[in-house]
């Protein structure tokens, strides 16, 4: 069986959206947990956008001329971020993963890439395998949680949209806790019109690019990612992933109805800080 890989072009959207949408799905259901993708329609559009994107890296791979799996580096940041990688159920453990995973590690080298991070699904045992033999190391425990919008404020914790001049304040905060910022990520988020903060005593102290799967929110303290995910109207996707070390906020979202829907895995090669306040992270990290 001879692999090839090479990067994804506009014409790949349709067969990787499809492989990335029955991948996920079959996973999910061969372990009773729900599809962290609605619809096979849904994906070939995520990965139409990623792979227009130029600033995330996407590969393919092939066997006999047939795709059969990609994955995706997300480049906007000093931190890349890998996923989703996905492969045709119907030629898994064949070492396709592996393939893809390497070839990313090996572009994150060449860039000098300080860290790479990735998340995974805390049931799917044989990716956590993989990514451990591939030298990534278990940062956080992570909960997907879901439910009602819970229309909270918390007293002295205003929020509001973030605008464009949030943006070196949003930086400050994401420096402060992670020790880097995610600058382009909350631009975009701006832009798209998703991104909030919380003002405190005056000052942005926390802010979230959106309250769900596919955005990360930074916290100085635990009220202000309770202010965020008091006041959002949904908590897009399958939920917003929740650090389960944080007993605290966990607690409280339990308290407030909230329910987990799935556990995940935080995992990470080169540089990590261990976060100095409260944080969120997205899909990618």
Same mark, same amino acid.
């Given at each position: 069986m001879n692999i090839k890989l090479r990067t994804a072009t506009p014409d790949d959207a349709q067969r990787?959206?499809?492989?990335?949408?029955?991948?996920?799905?079959?996973?999910?259901?061969?372990?009773?947990?729900?599809?962290?993708?609605?619809?096979?329609?849904?994906? %070939?559009?995520?990965?139409?956008?990623?792979? @227009?994107d130029p600033r995330f890296y996407a590969i393919v791979a092939e066997i006999d001329?047939? !795709?059969?799996?990609?994955?995706?580096?997300?480049?906007?940041?000093?931190?890349?971020?890998?996923?989703?990688?996905?492969?045709d159920p119907t030629v898994q453990n064949r070492r396709i993963g592996r393939a893809l995973m390497g070839d990313c590690m090996a572009r994150a080298a060449e860039r000098r890439v300080p860290g790479v991070r990735l998340l995974q699904a805390g049931y799917h045992t044989r990716s956590l395998s993989l990514y451990t033999k591939l030298g990534f190391v278990t940062r956080e425990p992570l909960a997907v949680m879901q439910g009602a919008p819970l229309?909270?404020? %918390?007293?002295?914790?205003?929020?509001?949209? @973030?605008?464009e001049a949030d943006l070196q304040a949003c930086d400050r905060v994401?420096?402060? !806790?992670h020790g880097l910022d995610r600058s382009a990520e909350v631009l975009d988020a701006?832009?798209?019109?998703?991104?909030?903060?919380?003002?405190?005593?005056?000052?942005?102290?926390?802010?979230?690019?959106?309250?769900?799967?596919?955005?990360h929110a930074v916290g100085e303290t635990n009220d202000g990612l309770k202010a965020?995910?008091?006041?959002?109207?949904?908590?897009?996707g399958p939920g917003f992933l929740l650090p389960m070390r944080n007993w605290e906020l966990f607690r409280w979202?339990?308290?407030n109805g909230l329910r987990v829907v799935e556990p995940m895995t935080l995992m990470s090669v080169g540089l990590y800080n261990d976060p100095v306040g409260a944080f969120l992270p997205s899909v990618l990290y």
């Open positions: 990787c959206g499809t492989i990335c949408y029955e991948a996920f799905t079959a996973i999910a259901n061969q372990h009773n947990f729900p599809p962290d993708l609605p619809s096979a329609e849904v994906t %070939i559009g995520l990965i139409s956008k990623l792979i @227009a001329h047939q !795709v059969v799996g990609s994955n995706f580096m997300d480049e906007r940041s000093a931190i890349a971020g890998i996923g989703p990688i996905t492969i229309d909270l404020q %918390i007293s002295g914790y205003a929020v509001r949209k @973030a605008v994401c420096f402060k !806790v701006i832009k798209q019109g998703t991104a909030t903060v919380v003002v405190h005593d005056g000052d942005v102290t926390a802010y979230a690019t959106v309250v769900g799967f596919f955005g965020l995910i008091g006041a959002a109207t949904v908590f897009a979202c339990l308290d």
